[in-house]
């Protein structure tokens, strides 16, 4: 049982490169999320999705984008990157409302490095 | 919004202290409330929860309990142990969005 997979677990980009940040869950999720974590700052939500073909912004999404074409993937893309953008990434997934208050499972995030 | 308040760290310990870490909360209605761990180089574990008021959620010692009144939602364990040490993360969810605290990280020397 995978659960939520993040690829990669590390890169290094240029500024101004472009990357997709890969994140499938196998758990049959409605709800994805992806969060940044910089030090002593907590998680920020950038985007989530209630299920397939709808998305939506959180608190920290300018400089992102996502897509939710199928359940299982929900990949976050960087068109630009800034130094601003370094930073761990985590995906996560959750069911939705309709199963009850249940928990969110988490991948072993992305560690980016802008330079 | 619904925003989480977390006790700041670091928090260093010796092994067997009593812990706190405190955490507040702000939001309408009836949030859920979470407690997450994170391990070095890890993703969140999901260390406990509780989805009413006075709910008191528990796990590996670790208890918690859903305070309406005082909008809080304190971290306890009574005798931690060195594999305790970890990052510790208060969080809220309402309908389908998580908000989560900054994170306390805790060390525990032997």
């Known amino acids: 049982n995978a659960g939520v997979t993040q690829t990669p677990k590390f890169r290094i980009l240029k500024i101004g490169q472009s990357m997709t940040l890969q994140c499938t869950q196998d758990?049959?999720?409605?709800?994805m999320y992806w969060y940044r974590q910089d030090p002593g700052m907590g998680l920020k939500l950038i985007y989530y999705?209630?299920?397939?073909?709808?998305?939506d912004k959180g608190e920290v999404p300018n400089g992102y984008n996502v897509s939710r074409s199928t359940t299982e993937d929900f990949p976050l893309r960087l068109e630009l990157a800034a130094p601003s953008q370094t930073s761990v990434y985590f995906c996560?997934?959750?069911?939705?409302?309709?199963?009850?208050?249940?928990?969110?499972?988490f991948g072993q995030g992305t560690r980016l490095t802008v330079v | 919004g619904n925003s989480v308040t977390q006790m700041e760290g670091p928090v260093t310990l010796s092994e067997e202290a009593f812990l706190t870490i405190n955490c507040t909360y702000t939001?309408?209605?009836?949030?859920?409330l979470f407690w997450y761990v994170q391990y070095p180089g890890e993703g969140l574990q999901l260390l406990l929860k509780?989805?009413?008021?006075?709910d008191k959620g528990s796990n590996k010692g670790f208890e918690a309990t859903y305070r309406k009144e005082t909008t809080s939602f304190h971290l306890e364990k009574g005798s931690v142990q060195v594999s305790d040490s970890a990052v510790y993360f208060c969080?809220?969810?309402?309908?389908?969005?998580?908000?989560f605290g900054t994170g306390t990280r805790l060390t525990i020397i032997p």
């Open positions: 996560a997934s959750r069911p939705g409302l309709h199963m009850g208050n249940t928990e969110a499972f």
């Open positions: 999705s209630v299920g397939a073909g709808i998305t």
């Open positions: 758990m049959n999720h409605n709800y």
């Open positions: 969080a809220l969810r309402k309908y389908e969005k998580l908000t």
């Open positions: 939001a309408t209605g009836y949030p859920s």
């Open positions: 509780a989805t009413k008021a006075d």
